[in-house]
């Protein structure tokens, strides 16, 4: 090196920093004398008045305090980073200062013991004490900062509710495995410690990790051991767009640096710099700025001074410019022009983060983006570019999910649980081969933050997606659309809530006898104006072809209908519920949820006893049987995956308990599954409760079938639990009988119905020889036979021999009876103002002349239509000479409607004839309930019902039952007395009289 060159470093760059230091060695000296003054003042006070304890206990006090305000202030590492330096220079005019002032006596001396001999002890002690106590308050309030920090941080039991835009920071949150590849750009970086300046770019899209890859880059360069780095980050985006950037930029790097080292001339030859570039300088001495000419000063000779001091500081210095891409281009260009002319010096390196596109965006007077790219490697020595590939982003989703999320929101393992199961379907996204597709939505981790906070916001851990009818893929999708184009969803929120379909959703298209689903012309209309992207997100839910590509939309597979968005006719609001999922934040419960009871399906045919699932709160009768009566119907629909013994377990269960169901059926009330229940019964007796001992798969040959026949009779093997018997237990009562006879009914071979194993088993019970195919009449006449005696014999033993009037039976049940274990749910219900007495009033009313009607009809008539009357068949025997219509009529006349037993029973013979009016069309009102003979007289035999009239016409008339105010309430209508009662009179003399004419 010339010794020209050494002299200009020593006139160019340490001149100042001398001469201010042998400047405060000089003033320290005086510090020195007059600190001596002083003290000579306090030793004459102490010892005159003899408190030598307390002025050392003062001094004590006050060394304590200094030194906790030195460390404070971290003096300790500015002392260590002077010894670090190796500045002897210093510290000899440092000396030289003090040395200086010591040889001439003390500059001020005799004037401080002059004026210190004047002033007052106290007051002198109140001077002194003054800093003293504003280093001790400064002190206090540190202290106190800290403690209530740490309480703070102790007690701060609040917790995040969505994800932050927060880099990570430790390498140890790194998920997407970017460490290693900011490891090996890191030690690049420092070039093999080589002092050639160069400038580092990261070009990566928003979002893509850059300041993460920044902070694991940081946390290497914190840890090297050797070697001494300086990292000093820029964030351009802090400051206003007004700011000078070039001032900030120094100012933040000369601070970073001093935190590092001692070098008191960084600051002045920077500063300098500084200003010559905007041709103008000044300097600062002690607080105090002066401006001069700069003279011969270049920016040149600066730089060259500012090289020499940085070379021999022995750190390196990484500078990083974050979000470069950020700034106005014009801003842009300032940083890299001073980069490049300016700031090219020893030991400095420069990284910068950008995204080369988005900087191309931003030159809004420059339309070709590869100048942009041009321009920009010309300050770029070198390059490296990060990608976030879809693997990454499937990884992150399925197997670091979990831990992202935990590490910014401490929620419960459920909850999470929840979301995840959520966005379970973007991992079928990220590795399908349309991930480019969904690059501008879901392409970076920004965005899938984004997306999850979405799902945060919208409570969806709050729903049980195991449980629930919602297709994961619809859903995502459909918030990909809320988030991204809230127009396009606010469209399909408009024209799809509140009962309103076919614009999105599917539409059904009968063609060529048919019947498919398809796309509404509006929506072919629709898409047409929307880009690829958007396009392309609709028909992932709507399109028909892309949700039924094998072009069989046909199928009726019910767990489909119930899931997917593009379904929103009547009985399947699909679409309305996504839309009240997102928008109202509106969480179906389980017990409207399809999928919920297939699972609980699944559980029981794979073992799990029906007595633990219903113990569950979704099946509580407190709140219906809806949900009960749902997992039935589907229970019974897979009978067929049942297995050997299952079946035969169902059908105990199902005799046991269906007393305990509801009759009352209304949508606020009740599903009315006790009905529903007896045909279950019948679909598990017909195919799987027999068969159990079979070595190999159930054959239905007639022994074996001929074990159905056991079921229901109680005989051999299932003696002591047939379902005829077990029905009607005498505790059951009544509505025991209505269940056999709802029973009955369904098992005749003429109702068309598909118990084919049932109807055989029961012909060949009752006749060896009786027909199994052919015509259905006949083997219904057959098969129906024993189960039509036997259930006259259980009628006649309990209410003919008692004489027990059957209709006083039906009219004293109660709610209790009829809603079985839903009763407390219906008068919660009606308690709570959800329906009030008088319609449920109305409900019983009708359900107990239901069952009067059905039971005296199934018993007394004769007709085969569609199902067999019991009065068709003898008491015993074959012969069907209709027997048991003429007892079920002895009965009825003799005892219900007699009124020499009882005057009550004229009204149960007039309340039973209100209840059977048969519909009437073409009136102006469209159906109308009118008396008619010929509906009586399938179940009263006509001789019987003349005599009755004539014999008790006028007993009936002088009652005055015109004038009581009675209703008699059916599912279809109710009749009054006051109204209705004529016109019965009218049809009963009508038929007298005919039949009077025909005799």
Request: net charge negative; with cysteine.
């Amino acid at each position: 090196m010339s010794i020209i060159t050494i002299q200009n470093r020593v006139r160019q760059a340490e001149i100042s920093v001398l001469i201010q230091t042998a400047i405060l060695g000089f003033v320290f000296g005086e510090v020195w004398y007059l600190s001596s003054s002083i003290a000579s003042t306090f030793n004459a006070y102490i010892e005159s008045t003899n408190r030598q304890i307390t002025a050392l206990v003062i001094c004590l006090i006050t060394t304590v305090i200094g030194i906790s305000y030195f460390y404070v202030r971290q003096g300790h590492l500015e002392i260590r980073r002077l010894i670090k330096s190796w500045r002897i220079d210093l510290l000899g005019i440092f000396i030289f200062g003090i040395f200086l002032s010591i040889s001439i006596g003390g500059l001020g001396k005799e004037i401080y013991k002059e004026y210190f001999a004047k002033v007052p002890c106290f007051s002198l002690m109140l001077l002194v004490a003054l800093p003293i106590l504003i280093a001790f308050f400064l002190v206090l309030r540190a202290v106190t900062s800290i403690f209530f920090e740490v309480r703070k941080n102790t007690n701060d039991n609040s917790t995040p509710i969505f994800l932050g835009d927060r880099p990570i920071e430790l390498k140890e949150h790194d998920l997407l495995g970017l460490n290693e590849s900011a490891i090996r750009f890191a030690e690049r970086v420092l070039n093999g410690a080589a002092t050639e300046s160069l400038v580092f770019g990261i070009d990566a899209p928003w979002g893509i990790g850059k300041s993460s890859f920044i902070n694991f880059c940081c946390e290497y360069w914190k840890n090297k051991k050797t070697m001494e780095i300086i990292v000093h980050r820029f964030e351009p985006l802090r400051y206003p767009e007004n700011v000078d950037l070039t001032d900030k930029f120094i100012g933040d790097l000369v601070n970073t640096i001093q935190k590092h080292v001692f070098a008191p001339s960084i600051k002045p030859l920077f500063t300098k710099y500084a200003h010559l570039i905007k041709g103008k300088n000044d300097f600062s001495f002690f607080g105090f700025k002066f401006a001069f000419d700069s003279g011969s000063d270049t920016v040149e000779d600066t730089l060259e001074n500012l090289d020499a001091v940085l070379s021999e500081l022995n750190h390196k210095i990484i500078i990083v410019v974050d979000d470069l891409d950020r700034l106005s281009w014009s801003a842009i260009k300032n940083i890299l022009f001073a980069i490049k002319r300016s700031f090219m010096l020893s030991n400095v390196s420069y990284v910068l983060c950008y995204d080369t596109e988005n900087i191309a965006s931003t030159d809004k007077r420059n339309d070709d983006a590869e100048k942009v790219r041009e321009f920009l490697e010309k300050f770029v020595n070198v390059k490296t570019s990060l990608f976030l590939d879809s693997n990454a982003l499937a990884k992150y989703v399925s197997s670091n999910f979990d831990a992202a999320v935990k590490n910014n929101l401490l929620i419960d393992s459920r909850t999470l649980d929840q979301i995840k199961q959520a966005v379970e379907a973007l991992v079928e996204i990220f590795n399908s081969d349309e991930f480019f597709r969904y690059q501008e939505l879901i392409g970076d981790i920004r965005k899938l933050k984004r997306l999850i906070n979405t799902l945060v916001l919208l409570e969806v851990e709050k729903t049980d997606f195991e449980n629930s009818d919602f297709n994961k893929s619809d859903l995502i999708h459909l918030l990909l659309i809320y988030v991204n184009y809230p127009n396009i969803f606010r469209k399909i929120f408009n024209t799809e809530m509140n009962g309103k379909k076919g614009y999105f959703s599917l539409v059904r298209n009968f063609t060529d006898g048919v019947n498919r689903f398809q796309n509404s012309i509006n929506y072919s209309s629709y898409v047409q104006n929307l880009n690829p992207n958007q396009e392309f997100l609709l028909s992932k839910i709507f399109d028909a072809n892309t949700v039924f590509p094998d072009g069989d939309n046909n199928n009726e597979d019910e767990l489909e209908y119930r899931t997917r968005a593009c379904f929103n006719h009547d009985g399947f609001r699909n679409l309305e519920r996504y839309l009240n999922l997102i928008i109202n934040l509106s969480k179906p419960e389980q017990r409207d949820s399809y999928i919920f009871y297939l699972k609980n399906k699944t559980d029981f045919i794979q073992g799990r006893d029906l007595d633990l699932i219903f113990s569950a709160k979704q099946f509580s009768f407190s709140k219906g049987d809806f949900a009960r009566d749902e997992l039935w119907r589907i229970i019974v629909n897979s009978r067929n995956e049942f297995s050997k013994d299952l079946g035969p377990n169902t059908l105990r269960y199902l005799i046991k308990n269906i007393q305990h169901y509801s009759l009352l059926k209304r949508e606020e009330i009740g599903a009315g599954s006790r009905k529903n229940l007896v045909y279950s019964l019948l679909k598990v007796l017909d195919s799987s409760a027999w068969g159990a001992n079979l070595n190999t798969r159930r054959n239905n040959s007639v022994e074996n079938i001929l074990e159905i026949a056991d079921w229901i009779f109680g005989e051999h093997t299932h003696a002591d639990e047939g379902v005829i018997a077990t029905l009607t237990r005498p505790e059951r009562g009544v509505l025991g009988l209505y269940d056999l006879m709802i029973f009955r009914l369904y098992c005749s071979a003429d109702r068309g119905g598909s118990f084919f194993n049932l109807h055989r088993a029961l012909s060949i019970h009752s006749n060896a020889n009786a027909l199994t195919s052919g015509s259905m009449t006949e083997i219904a006449k057959e098969g129906m036979r024993e189960i039509s005696q036997m259930a006259f014999n259980i009628f006649k033993t309990r209410y003919i021999l008692p004489e027990k009037n059957i209709f006083e039976e039906i009219k004293k049940l109660a709610l209790q009876e009829l809603a079985g274990e839903c009763s407390g749910y219906i008068i919660e219900r009606i308690e709570n103002g959800d329906v009030n007495q008088e319609e449920i009033d109305l409900l019983i009313s009708a359900e107990k002349y239901g069952i009067q009607s059905f039971v005296i009809y199934q018993l007394g008539n004769s007709v085969i239509n569609s199902g067999i009357g019991c009065g068709f068949y003898d008491e015993e025997g074959n012969d069907n000479k209709k027997d048991i219509a003429s007892k079920i009529n002895d009965y009825l006349f003799s005892h219900c409607f007699n009124p020499e037993i009882d005057s009550g029973n004229f009204e149960h013979f007039l309340d039973y004839l209100l209840s059977q009016f048969s519909r009437s069309f073409g009136f102006d009102d469209g159906v109308k309930y009118l008396p008619n003979i010929s509906e009586l007289t399938k179940i009263l035999q006509p001789e019987r019902l003349k005599v009755y009239w004539e014999t008790n016409k006028g007993a009936i008339l002088e009652r005055k039952f015109l004038s009581i105010k009675k209703n008699v309430t059916t599912s279809g209508y109710i009749a009054s007395y006051e109204s209705d009662l004529p016109s019965v009179y009218k049809m009963l003399d009508d038929f007298v009289a005919q039949e009077e004419m025909t005799q």
